[in-house]
């Protein structure tokens, strides 16, 4: 809580009424900074141990190269833990945008998650170090993301 109200100015008033909007709406948040090292692992992480602080809620946090090697894994292992992932009430996205690569397959995959959150209307956190506009997604991952957080 400290850090937050110190680095981002955030205070505890705004703060309860960022989780209380994320909960209420189901919209959730993109956090990014140009800077690498700037906190926004920390803030994203702050903000949802505030949520689990005062609400009874499934909190999931994954960063995307880590949920990439798990939608190509086929184990039974990978999939509970996918869905797990898919369903949690608030999800932490940590690095959108940070692959190497711009496949198709790749897009899939972010999409699919992304998706399938836009459409039951769970509150994810998203941290990258590009604006969404930049990020090499596709299209609709990013209208998505776009329409489902406040930026």
Do not use: P
């Not at 998706?115 to 998203?126: E, G, H, N, Q, S």
Request: contains cysteine; proline residues 0%.
């Amino acid at each position: 809580m400290d850090f937050i109200r110190r680095k981002y100015r955030v205070g505890k008033k705004n703060l309860k009424r960022i989780y209380l909007w994320i909960q209420s709406t189901g919209y959730g948040l993109y956090i990014y900074s140009k800077t690498r090292g700037s906190g926004k692992t920390l803030l994203s992480c702050c903000i949802a141990n505030e949520v689990l602080k005062r609400h009874d809620v499934n909190v999931k946090f994954i960063t995307i190269s880590d949920y990439l090697k798990k939608a190509w894994d086929k184990s039974e292992t990978a999939r509970e833990e996918l869905k797990a992932i898919r369903e949690a009430s608030l999800l932490i996205v940590d690095d959108i945008g940070a692959t190497a690569e711009n496949k198709e397959s790749i897009m899939d995959a972010i999409f699919n998650l992304v998706d399938f959150r836009y459409k039951r209307k769970l509150a994810t956190i998203y941290t990258s170090n590009l604006e969404y506009d930049e990020l090499k997604c596709g299209d609709r991952a990013i209208e998505r993301i776009y329409e489902d957080t406040m930026i």
